[in-house]
């Protein structure tokens, strides 16, 4: 965790932030309204449980209303704390503007480890701060939208699109009040995963620019890079998961709450993610190397760190020691402001999380049109490609009649070429196009400008541009 001398999460978010307006000519006065929260709504609530009430402390922040709805997720973690869910709105709203995803800044957070709850517990608990937040439209399909973050899922948000629903009995879009719910209460196919493809997509892309690759003194594709992922979560255990099993990269290291596995022939992702949903950690899991203290697993020789659990792992204190050349933020603020200056003086590049963990919330968006249009991607227009696609290749097969031996259709490209795009693949699609959308504009001023140095900056001056724009629009 973050040294003493080291500024809050908050804190670091703004530091990182006016490091980036002070390269800019902004109005006077507009930086400051940027940059602060509009409201941090705390409630404390109770729920009777096991035979007592029992009290609960939750907050949603609203960072920036120049888009609205705001978005950002709901956390359960027991360090929730108002720094905590302002640092994580104001990167929310700076996430949505750099992949144009038209929303403001939110997130909401409830000081529970829900480890603690059963299942039946947790949904009071869920349903009665939905109650919470929903009373003063801090839940609102037109105002505010949550979505999942640590220690909340699929689950979660069908019961908050519930509550919402039995409280707005007459409003049609009822479902779209939150997102990262299950498809059969309304969600979104590819939601699950988003994140986690989001990072994968984020790196994929970057490989795919040679000079920023050599920026981290890195060459050559994802293929047999040796990775570290911290946190086999949601977003670590996906991201780790599609990039060793499509990009050939080699997962080396896992960092968990019970310690890390090493292993530089490379770890079996899919049986380390059972292993923990059986037993609750890492520890016990058979012929691989266990280090009790997880975190020093950090500074491993690696190629490529995926901090994917929590913020502010990557400190003062341990940053100098990091051997990564490159780190890409799948969790948020996992790199403390003082660690990025030391990071950054080392040559390190660091893929930012306002960038790298989009993924979530641009699938959250594609769920929430989804919601509002009544209809799932692809319905109208699946069949009819098909049909288009089965033109071309009967004029293909009547070619490959008249060639005879000289030329033949390759073996898999009828079932390939015939079959439309299902929701699944329209939505990786978008995810897809807008990671590479969103680094073009990172790295264009990244590359471009001689005062920028670094990626975070470059996707500050992009996100913050953006939003001035849209308060200037606005005459503000
Ligand atoms: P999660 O709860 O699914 O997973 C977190 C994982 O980290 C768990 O496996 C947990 O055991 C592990 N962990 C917790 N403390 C740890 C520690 N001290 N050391 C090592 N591992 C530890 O959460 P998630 O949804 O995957 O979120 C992880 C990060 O990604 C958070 O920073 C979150 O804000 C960010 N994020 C999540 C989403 C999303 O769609 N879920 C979207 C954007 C950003």
């Not at 009071?124 to 003063?136: G, N, P, Q, S, V």
């Not at 689950?155 to 509550?163: S, V």
């Not at 098909?386 to 009649?401: G, P, W, Y």
């Not at 939505?427 to 590479?436: A, H």
Request: with cysteine.
């Amino acid at each position: 965790m973050a040294t003493k001398t080291e500024p809050s999460f908050r804190e670091s978010v703004d530091l990182m932030f006016n490091r980036a307006v002070a390269l800019m000519d902004l109005p006077p006065g507009l930086e400051e309204k940027i940059r602060v929260c509009n409201a941090t709504y705390m409630v404390r609530f109770g729920v009777r449980l096991r035979g007592r009430i029992q009290t609960f402390t939750g907050y949603r922040s609203v960072h920036s209303e120049h888009m609205e709805p705001v978005k950002g997720g709901i956390r359960y973690a027991m360090g929730v704390n108002q720094d905590e869910v302002e640092a994580l709105a104001a990167l929310m709203t700076y996430k949505c503007a750099l992949v144009e995803a038209p929303f403001g800044g939110s997130k909401g957070g409830l000081c529970i480890d829900p480890r603690d709850y059963d299942e039946f517990e947790l949904e009071m608990i869920t349903r009665r701060f939905a109650y919470e937040l929903a009373k003063r439209d801090l839940i609102s399909p037109s105002q505010n939208v949550p979505a999942p973050d640590m220690g909340t899922g699929e689950r979660e948000m069908a019961w908050i699109a519930d509550q919402y629903a039995r409280m707005n009995t007459t409003d049609i879009n009822a479902r779209a009040c939150v997102t990262g719910k299950p498809i059969g209460a309304g969600g979104i196919a590819g939601r699950v995963e988003a994140t986690g493809r989001g990072v994968q997509y984020a790196l994929q892309e970057f490989f795919r620019h040679p000079e920023d690759v050599e920026k981290a003194g890195l060459s050559g594709s994802l293929e047999g890079k040796r990775i570290i992922v911290q946190g086999l979560g949601n977003v670590g255990y996906h991201a780790a998961k599609f990039l060793s099993e499509e990009d050939g990269a080699r997962i080396i290291g896992i960092i968990e709450r019970d310690g890390a596995l090493i292993d530089d022939n490379g770890l079996d992702v899919e049986a380390v993610h059972q292993w923990i949903g059986k037993h609750g950690g890492i520890a016990g899991f058979p012929e691989v190397l266990h280090v009790a203290e997880g975190a020093s697993a950090l500074e491993h020789d690696c190629d490529i760190l995926i901090p994917a659990a929590l913020e502010g792992v990557i400190h003062m204190g341990n940053a100098a020691a990091i051997r990564a050349p490159l780190i890409i933020e799948a969790a948020n603020g996992p790199v403390t402001a003082g660690a990025d200056e030391i990071l950054r003086e080392k040559g390190t590049v660091i893929i930012p999380d306002m960038y790298a963990n989009a993924g979530g919330v641009t699938v959250s968006y594609f769920e929430w049109v989804k919601n509002l249009g009544h209809i799932r991607f692809g319905r109208m227009q699946r069949r009819q490609e098909e049909k288009r696609h089965q033109l071309v290749l009967d004029e293909l097969e009547r070619l490959d009649r008249y060639l005879g031996d000289a030329w033949s259709l390759s073996a898999d490209f009828k079932e390939k070429y015939l079959r439309g795009a299902d929701e699944l693949e329209l939505v990786r699609s978008g995810l897809d196009d807008t990671m590479r959308e969103a680094y073009q504009s990172m790295h264009e001023v990244w590359n471009a400008r001689e005062d920028v140095h670094d990626l975070r900056v470059a996707a500050y001056l992009v996100a913050i541009d953006r939003v001035a724009k849209s308060y200037r629009a606005k005459g503000l």
